[in-house]
């Protein structure tokens, strides 16, 4: 496989996932906004991050959170303005960071004037910018749809809430007796990723270092092992190649042999899908949980099946978590936490973290839908700064936030935990610091898994950069557990969390929630 050359910066990222509506409110109106992330950037940098995926930010009717775009070239007024946001990639840029947009190119809203123009009966330059079927009647095979809302003869296919009408990227091997299913080479499917191209380049072109692309992998319909849009998103690198060559690409995809060929730099490992990540945090047990019921070795299946195909570059992105699923701390807590963190900051490719992880920062729980996040609400709630009014996210009155917040007395704040050399907050810096010390702990530094059996701890694993080893050892059960090792460890210990191991003759006893990276 080629795979594209990356910007250097990307080699040692550490990303910090901002949900802008949750993060710092700067006037007062109960929603977060660019200047409130301004004024926090200084924390980001002084945690060890080094780059920041901004969730989506353009005008929205806020139907998906932001997810349902109404002007691909304009902010959305509640987080401030074109300039806010320019200014915004000014002042990330002068701390020597770098930052990603959130881009959704498969769907808009209803609101759009791209789909208000489609909608028309008449022909027009925006008829073919959906992907809508012929007759009300016949609604396209595998898709929800709208119809029955306008004058036009036709159901328009939408890619998930039924206020995302998709966009027309063209069918990868269109019926011949349904005229509606446009090829890719179709003059609408065209203009479609024409207009795309124009986006990036007006926003690649205010100061933003690449994007994240929301389900990038969905664009081209009826896709035979994606090959359709990998040819799409090949066409896109070439664009970019030409015109931004340092535009970072992360793909929401979930597939990296594809997504890779496709032109992106790093691709996500999701929490749907075959990647058994949700073994890790995220089922009834976890293998992050020190009850020690876990399985990882699905998951590491899974991940050394992808590192293969990827051409053993590791760039598969492994977040602590993200708008869309459970926090961290729903199923992990106290040292479970850390040890957690340091398989985060120990594996290939960039780790992301999502605001708020970094504290513990928990899922609240039992509250009502905002803004199309119905069970991932509970993840979406303000950041937790300090213990004066509303945690410092805001001087709104409670009632006015964008998202209930945690109101527990022992809530985690940032403040408090950047005052506790043993809290969370210390331990994920601690980590971030380590990581960026040794280039085998790195996004580009080989692994092999050592010790990964089936419902069986340790996980141990080896990361190398040339000649350049670094033995990691994780135990997040509460019991000691012993495993042969092939390696004599060195005394020089480069991090550690738990009780010391023990060796004797080629056999290393591993104590109970416990982390260690070791030369060798």
Known sequence: MNIVNQPEWLDNAIFYEIYPQSFCDSNGDGIGDFNGIIGKLDYIRELGCNAIWLNPCFKSPFGDAGYDVSDYYSAAPRYGTNEDLKRLFGEVHKRGMHILLDLVPGHTSVEHEWFRQSMKAERNEYTDRYVWTDSIWEEPRGMGCIRGISDRDGSCAVNFFSHQPALNYGFYKPDPDKKWQQSMDSEGARATLEELKNIMRFWLGMGCDGFRVDMAGSLVKHDEDGKGTIKLWQNVREFLDREFPQAAMVSEWG??????????????????????????????????????????????????????????????????????????????????????????????????????????????????????????????????????????????????????????????????????????????????????????????????????????????????????????????????????????????????????????????????????????
């Open 255 to 520: 597939e990296p042999d594809k997504s890779l060929q496709g032109g992106f730099h790093m691709d996500f490992l999701l929490h749907f899908g075959p990647s058994h990540y949700n073994d890790l945090f995220r089922c009834d047990e976890p293998f992050f949980s020190k009850r020690g019921k876990g399985d990882v070795s699905e998951f590491v299946k899974k991940y050394l099946e992808n590192y293969e195909k990827s051409d053993k570059k590791g760039l598969m992105c492994i977040p602590s978590g993200n708008h869309d699923m459970d926090r961290l701390a729903r199923e992990c807590y106290g040292n479970e936490l850390k040890v957690s963190f340091a398989f985060l900051m120990s594996m290939p490719g960039a780790p992301f973290i999502y605001y708020g992880d970094e504290i513990g920062m928990r899922y609240v729980e039992d509250l009502a839908s905002v803004e199309g996040g119905y069970g991932r609400t509970g993840s979406r709630s303000p950041m937790q700064w300090d213990d004066s009014t509303n945690a410092g996210f805001s001087s709104a009155p409670a009632d006015k936030l964008y998202i209930k917040q945690d109101d527990s007395p022992d809530r985690p704040t940032v403040s408090a935990q950047m005052s506790d050399e043993n809290s969370l907050y210390n331990e994920v810096k601690r980590l971030i610091a380590v990581r960026q010390s040794h280039s085998a702990l790195q996004s580009r530094g080989g692994i092999e898994f050592l010790y990964a059996e089936k419902n069986a701890y340790p996980l141990v694993y080896l990361r190398t950069n040339g000649d350049k080893k670094i033995l990691v050892i994780i135990n997040p059960s509460d019991r000691e557990v012993t495993f042969d090792c092939k390696f004599p460890l060195k005394e020089k210990k480069i991090y550690s969390v738990g009780k010391g191991l023990s060796v004797d003759n080629g056999k290393i006893t591993v104590p109970p929630c416990f982390a260690g990276f070791y030369e060798v």
